[in-house]
């Protein structure tokens, strides 16, 4: 009778790993399609998460619920418009200077193109298509926009509809779950039917708000702290808008390992933009890669410590499949849900899948490891 439960256990593993598997196949599909719904919702969510804390401290100090709450979105909402006039606003006007310093440009990577002649012809057309495709494209937008946005306000009102409402949607998911955080905590703690699985839900809890609010705030404090550095460079070298540079190291530091690459790059182009000795025109980058590489290998793991340790290839992979799914947005997610995916599965142990498919085993890896700790030893 037990090697009758046995083999139908095992039957029911088979078929839940062969629908997990095509599960997970067509997960990552249906996110893509759903992209107007999932990306507004998972973003909000880490941001709700990460935003726990100080609505915590907020109730702590008699702070009723919906206003800690909307205290909460209101600070967030303050600090992405701050983001946004410092970034996006000189931003769109000193690029719109590029097609006109083409030329410049050209002249400054002269003597490297010497070195490539045979590159010479295939730099020289895709700059001019470029030129007019900028020039094109630049004087579409400004027909369309005469004026920058200087605020989230003006740039959702100057985006499309589709735009505006995932933004709305996304700031209610984040006002609705931080104002029912503290009862759907107490909920899910209390509906469990032994002492042991509540104590292990609040932990696996505060595992999650704990990991992800930490490494989002140490992490902002390091990349705000970056980009305040290489404004101080750039600003002490000459270039135009500063903070507008400090803030784009920032925004894209928050994407490891290709993020910097791309800041490194902007800068690149934007100091072959204003300088005209291709070298000089290349320190802001290079000053960007050193303070990186100091950052990345000393700063980061010293303040981060090991608690927060991520497999590097799973950031690569996490970062391949969520920038696959929904672009510039999923990279800047793939690190948070990756700890929250962590962090969860840590909590709740790896199964022994193959172990009670193959062997006689179980599913549950810890419960093995105390069956065989209960066992009598041999004399």
Request: proline residues 6%; glycine residues 6%; neutral net charge.
């Amino acid at each position: 009778m037990d090697e009758d439960a046995r083999r139908r256990d095992r039957l029911l593993a088979a078929l839940t790993l062969i629908a997990g598997l095509g599960l997970a196949l067509a997960l990552p599909f249906a996110l893509k399609a759903g992209a107007e719904f999932f990306l507004p919702v998972t973003a909000a969510l880490v941001i709700a998460v990460a935003l726990v804390p100080v609505l915590e401290w907020l109730e702590r100090h008699r702070m009723p619920a919906a206003l800690a709450s909307l205290t909460c979105v209101l600070l967030f909402l303050a600090a992405a418009n701050i983001a946004l006039a410092a970034i996006i606003v000189p931003a769109v006007q000193f690029f719109r200077m590029l097609p006109e310093r083409i030329g410049q440009i050209q002249m400054n990577i002269a003597p490297l193109l010497d070195l490539y002649s045979s590159l010479n012809k295939y730099v020289d057309d895709t700059a001019m298509k470029l030129a007019a495709g900028g020039a094109q494209k630049m004087a579409r937008v400004a027909e369309a926009t005469s004026v920058p946005p200087r605020s989230l306000v003006e740039l959702v009102a100057s985006t499309a509809p589709t735009v505006f409402i995932q933004i709305f949607f996304g700031t209610l998911v984040v006002f609705f779950f931080l104002s029912g955080w503290t009862r759907l905590r107490r909920r899910t703690i209390t509906s469990r039917s032994s002492f042991d699985g509540a104590m292990a839900t609040a932990r696996v809890i505060q595992d999650v708000v704990d990991d992800t609010s930490s490494y989002l705030g140490t992490i902002t404090v390091i990349n705000l702290s970056l980009g305040l550095f290489v404004a101080f460079a750039v600003w002490l070298m000459g270039m135009p808008y500063p903070l507008m540079w400090g803030g784009i190291v920032a925004l894209l530091n928050y994407v490891p390992y290709f993020g910097p690459i791309v800041a490194a790059l902007l800068l690149a182009l934007g100091g072959l933009m204003v300088f005209t000795d291709i070298w000089v025109a290349l320190i802001p980058a290079f000053i960007l890669i050193g303070a990186h590489l100091i950052e990345a290998n000393a700063i980061t793991p010293f303040i981060v410590g090991h608690r927060l340790t991520i497999n590097p290839i799973m950031i690569l992979i996490s970062l391949s499949f969520w920038g696959w799914v929904w672009g510039t947005p999923g990279a800047l997610l793939a690190v948070p849900l990756l700890i929250i995916l962590q962090t969860v599965i840590g909590a709740a142990g790896q199964p022994d899948i193959a172990g009670f498919l193959f062997e006689h085993g179980t599913l549950d890896q810890q419960r093995r490891r105390d069956e065989r700790a209960s066992r009598p030893s041999s004399p």
